[in-house]
């Protein structure tokens, strides 16, 4: 190699020192600096959005972040059970569903605890005092001296009120902002999070519950594939839309696709059609590389 | 063309091409999710589920071929309120990760226990050899077809 090329030693050598200076970071413990907002919060401030109590006496709980296998949804709703002081199976957890909960972009890079199991502490660390401020002037007392344990709320005399009773005397209580003031409890504190138990989607997923994109089923939906190349470096250069068009009356070309020099697609109204599409489509298209002169071949 | 055939002991009339994959039909027609497409080819297992009481890739099978066979599939064997063993020692055993090669595991065991209630851990290795799993679940599958063998045998 060359003075001037950088070695993969080297560069992954580099690569080491950046992600050290990051651990080695002053106040880096994400979340558990009064103050320092989640990531995931910086664009969904509404504690609504991630939040809130339903009438049944549960606690739905937003995440824009999707279960892959990674058992998140189970993770989030220990962070959200353990910062709310309410039991862990009163927990509903939404996904992904930003018409109602956070934009979080993309679930990647395994950030899904780091991002919205911070942003959820914060939340319902915040829930949970708003909901102790409110009981305490209800009762008279100082928030300090409420205890809260699986959603109720006592006082020293015995007074008690649930955080539902709490929130539906005041239907705003619950809308405001996240400012992330409220410091989360300790991890020494922690009776929920830590505890290792059964995932909350795979009751579902062992059943046949939808569970995957591919278990939606919308009004007029159709399927799209996608047809390949046959070899590294072949151009689609044409496509026979006769034999395209034999095939049963539910497919369809892709004409813009086609006139753009894209991949050809078929739509289905049935499902991917894997087999039916490779064997029928056969010869229908004609792919091309060029390495010096045309070396075609139909597919 | 209409095609009648029974699933989960109920019996449909489908309108399909009588070449229409099996597994399309149950997916897309009677809109059950317990069969899965993985890659549609009779490779990996995914859309299994029992006809006619041998355990099928129904990616690979067409509806005319299957005459007056029963189908059962994940759905025909139990709920979340109600599994059968296999699922509830899948849940017990935490035997999935992503979950979508459950489906044909849990119908490939069905197929093994039905045929042979006490299996060792290697018989059920080659029964579930060619059901691919890309998350690397596999001992815990194990563990959990063993948990259901010996629910089942009480």
């Given at each position: 190699m060359t003075d001037k090329g950088v070695s993969r030693r080297r560069f992954t050598q580099s690569l080491g020192i950046v992600v050290a200076s990051f651990a080695l970071?002053?106040?880096?413990?994400?979340?558990?600096?009064?103050?320092?907002?989640?990531?995931?919060?910086?664009?969904?401030?509404?504690?609504e959005g991630w939040i809130r109590l339903e009438p049944d006496e549960t606690v739905t709980v937003f995440t824009g972040k999707a279960e892959l296998g990674q058992g998140i949804l189970t993770a989030l709703a220990q962070i959200a059970a353990e910062e709310l002081d309410?039991?862990?199976?009163?927990i509903r957890m939404i996904s992904a569903d930003t018409s109602r909960g956070p934009d979080e972009q993309y679930t990647f890079g395994s950030q899904s605890v780091e991002q919205s199991g911070g942003a959820i502490r914060a939340a319902s660390a915040q829930a949970r005092a708003i909901l102790l401020a409110s009981a305490a002037r209800r009762f008279g007392?100082?928030?300090?001296d409420l205890q809260a344990k699986a959603g109720t709320i006592a006082s020293p005399a015995g007074k008690r009120a649930t955080y539902w009773e709490v929130a539906s005397a005041d239907?705003?209580?619950?809308k405001g902002d996240i400012t992330a003031a409220t410091a989360p409890k300790?991890?020494?504190?922690?009776?929920?999070?830590g505890q290792s138990i059964h995932r909350i989607d795979l009751p579902g997923k062992l059943t046949g519950?939808?569970?995957?994109?591919?278990?939606m089923r919308l009004p007029g939906m159709v399927f799209a594939r996608v047809v390949r190349p046959p070899r590294y470096g072949a151009k689609l250069v044409s496509l026979d839309e006769a034999a395209v068009r034999s095939l049963p009356v539910w497919w369809r070309s892709f004409a813009t696709a086609i006139s753009l020099r894209l991949l050809p697609s078929a739509k289905s109204?049935?499902?991917?059609p894997a087999m039916r599409w490779r064997r029928r489509r056969a010869g229908a298209t004609t792919w091309c590389r060029f390495p010096i002169v045309p070396i075609c071949e139909k597919s | 063309m209409t095609h009648r055939i029974i699933v989960n002991d109920q019996p449909h009339q489908v309108d399909a091409?009588?070449?229409?994959p099996l597994l399309y039909v149950l997916r897309n027609?009677?809109?059950?999710?317990?069969?899965k497409f993985g890659c549609?080819?009779?490779?990996?297992?995914?859309c299994a589920a029992i006809v006619g009481g041998k355990l099928t890739r129904t990616c690979s099978i067409?509806?005319?071929?299957?005459?007056?066979d029963r189908v059962t599939t994940?759905?025909?064997?139990?709920?979340?309120q109600k599994p059968h063993p296999l699922q509830r020692s899948f849940v017990e055993e935490q035997?999935?990760?992503?979950?979508?090669?459950s489906n044909g595991m849990i119908m490939a065991a069905k197929d093994l226990l039905d045929r042979n209630p006490d299996p060792s851990e290697e018989d059920i290795k080659d029964a579930l050899?060619?059901?691919?799993?890309?998350?690397?679940?596999h001992n815990r599958v194990v563990r959990a077809v063993r948990r259901a063998a010996e629910e089942l045998a009480k």
């Open positions: 970071a002053p106040g880096a413990v994400f979340g558990q600096v009064a103050g320092a907002l989640p990531f995931s919060l910086r664009n969904n401030r509404q504690l309410v039991a862990f199976d009163k007392v100082r928030q300090e239907p705003e209580l619950l300790k991890p020494s504190d922690y009776s929920i999070v519950a939808a569970s995957y994109v591919q278990d109204r049935r499902s991917p | 091409a009588p070449d229409t027609d009677l809109g059950l999710n317990g069969p549609g080819l009779g490779q990996c297992g995914a067409a509806l005319r071929d299957i005459g007056e994940l759905e025909g064997l139990g709920t979340a035997a999935a990760q992503c979950g979508y090669c050899a060619d059901q691919l799993c890309r998350c690397g679940v």
